[in-house]
């Protein structure tokens, strides 16, 4: 072999030892390209049947309620659900303190969170949420937050800021699904929606396989008495909302009769005269509060949650007349499950309340844990619903 065939020998043998080399190496750029990259734009339908446009990055969220948090955690890194959270209400902080504090005590960055408003929809400050410079917007249908006509919407959406809207409060059973998918894409977490939407569902059949069977002869009739003792009356839920909870869960929601919205106000009357066999209160109140009601949450133990449960079914004599709570059918539970998908838990506690012996088997307990263990950043704590009467 002459000088010129052994250098290009040489060449070749380089080359050849060096393309596999090549392709790791590029193949490793297009991994980090692909993985710091924004998505391409997309669109979604979002729950007010608007066709939104997605943006290719999503850093910063503002969301129309603080409680939204519920949602959100089950979707976001746990080591950090709260990074790409730039403003909220202030409702979170004010009606359920007991999982702010749980949070912050983990994610102290809570706090750096800006307040967009106090409670309510007319609170909310357009020029704040202006100043944040969201990436996205993430409302309710209904609720404390902006609504679809709130000027606010438009006024994000002229800049380039895409609003969805999604519900888990008015009709929750229906609507929770298409809203955990819709979040899913908008904050691109399709694969962590799609988990959850796994597992709600599962634990939805392990109530509806049993539940459809039952004759109609065979539902008992429930009182829910919304936010008890927290008001002068007695607000209820009617088609919608924790309503359909206990329809599905084998029982007659009595309040689909007293009331035509998902939340309102029934007349004491009313409320005597449909005569409910089984009482079921919801509350928010932390240990440390001064004003009358149910105490459930982070920080309460059963014992000061049986105890305020017993005193708000006793709170005036009609009430305690009833003969759901004079026979002892008396139950508690959050209210704030009535605006996230933690419903679940609560859609098999009144399984078990309703029909004992049909659901013998099934634990609530166990699926709020495992709910926490897969989805969630905090510890499933303290006392969230319960049995005046527990079985012995």
């Known amino acids: 072999m002459n000088t010129e065939s052994f250098e290009r020998s040489l060449r070749l043998k380089s080359a050849v030892l060096s393309f596999p080399r090549l392709v790791a ?39 129309g309620e603080g409680r939204m948090l519920y949602t959100i955690a089950l979707l976001e890194d746990r080591a950090a659900p709260l990074a790409r959270i730039v403003g ?29 408003g106090t409670t309510s929809e007319a609170s909310v400050s357009p020029e704040k949420v202006l100043s944040l410079k969201p990436d996205i917007a993430v409302f309710s249908l209904s609720g404390h937050g902006p609504s679809r006509r709130n000027p606010l919407v438009e006024q994000l959406e002229k800049i380039g800021v895409p609003v969805v809207f999604v519900d888990f409060r008015e009709h929750p059973l229906k609507n929770t699904v ?26 939805k059949r392990r109530v509806t396989d049993v539940a459809a069977k039952i004759p109609a002869a065979e539902r008992p009739r429930v009182l829910l008495d919304v936010r008890a003792g927290d008001a002068g009356g007695v607000l209820t839920a009617g088609k919608g909302s924790f309503g359909e909870l206990v329809d599905l869960a084998g029982g007659i929601n009595v309040g689909d009769s007293l009331i035509p919205t998902a939340l309102g106000e029934a007349s004491l009357e009313a409320v005597i005269a449909s005569r409910p066999a089984i009482y079921v209160a919801t509350g928010y109140l932390d240990p440390d509060a001064k004003s009358a009601g149910l105490r459930v949450g982070v920080r309460v133990d059963e014992r000061m949650a049986r105890d305020s449960l017993i005193a708000v079914a006793n709170r005036r004599p009609e009430i305690a007349a009833l003969p759901a709570v004079r026979e002892g059918r008396i139950y508690g539970a959050w209210h704030h499950f009535y605006n996230t998908p933690y419903h679940i838990v609560m859609l098999q506690a009144l399984a078990k309340w309703q029909h004992p012996e049909r659901f013998a088997a099934l634990d609530p307990l166990a699926t709020w844990r495992d709910m926490h263990a897969q989805f969630l950043a905090v510890e499933p704590t303290g006392t969230f619903w319960l049995a005046a009467n527990p079985p012995r």
């Open 25 to 63: 190496c590029i193949c490793a750029a297009a991994l980090a390209l692909a993985a710091g990259a924004p998505h391409a734009q997309t669109t979604v339908t979002d729950l007010a049947g608007r066709t939104v446009t997605l943006p290719a990055r999503v850093e910063r969220i503002v969301l």
């Open 88 to 116: 909220w209400q202030g409702d979170l902080a004010k009606f359920d303190p007991q999982t702010y504090q749980q949070y912050r005590a983990k994610f102290p960055d809570i706090d750096r969170i800006a307040t967009i």
């Open 178 to 203: 298409p809203s955990m998918r819709v979040l899913g894409k908008a904050l691109q977490r399709e694969a962590q929606a799609e988990r959850f939407i796994a597992f709600y569902e599962a634990q």
